[in-house]
Nanobody, 121 residues
Framework: QLQASGGGLVQAGDSLRLSCVAS????????MGWFRQVPGKEREFVAG??????RYADSVKGRFTISRDNAKNTVSLQMNSLKTEDTAVYYC??????????????????WGRGTLVTVSS
């Protein structure tokens, strides 16, 4: 089970840190990802982390950083320089694989409930 938290209302330019805690299963070696979804649009890849490293969507590269704490079975997403277009519900996900960070949501096997991030201008 995955539980995301840390969402909230911030202003453009602010920072926010999302966390995703895994329970019931250990994901220390699995590829973990963050996706986001705006109403009416498809869920899109934001960032992923695996044994091979990290991967980011072009829209967040240089502003967002994904990291993991295996001791706490947690994956975090540090979001800096937030923009209004970052407003979305953010979801964390886990892939059964340990390498190859997929950007397609159907490649991920476990999903948590989302956390809403709202960035105002």
């Amino acid at each position: 089970q995955l539980q995301a938290s840390g969402g909230g209302l911030v202003q453009a330019g602010d920072s926010l840190r999302l966390s995703c805690v895994a329970s019931g299963l250990t994901f220390s070696r699995n590829v973990m990802g963050w996706f986001r979804q705006v109403p009416g649009k498809e869920r899109e890849f934001v960032a992923g982390i695996g044994l091979s490293g990290t991967r980011y969507a072009d829209s967040v590269k240089g502003r967002f950083t994904i990291s993991r704490d295996n001791a706490k079975n947690t994956v975090s997403l540090q979001m800096n320089s937030l923009k209004t277009e970052d407003t979305a519900v953010y979801y964390c996900a886990a892939d059964r694989r340990t390498v190859g960070i997929a950007t397609i949501l159907t490649e991920y096997d476990y999903w948590g409930r989302g956390t809403l991030v709202t960035v105002s201008s």
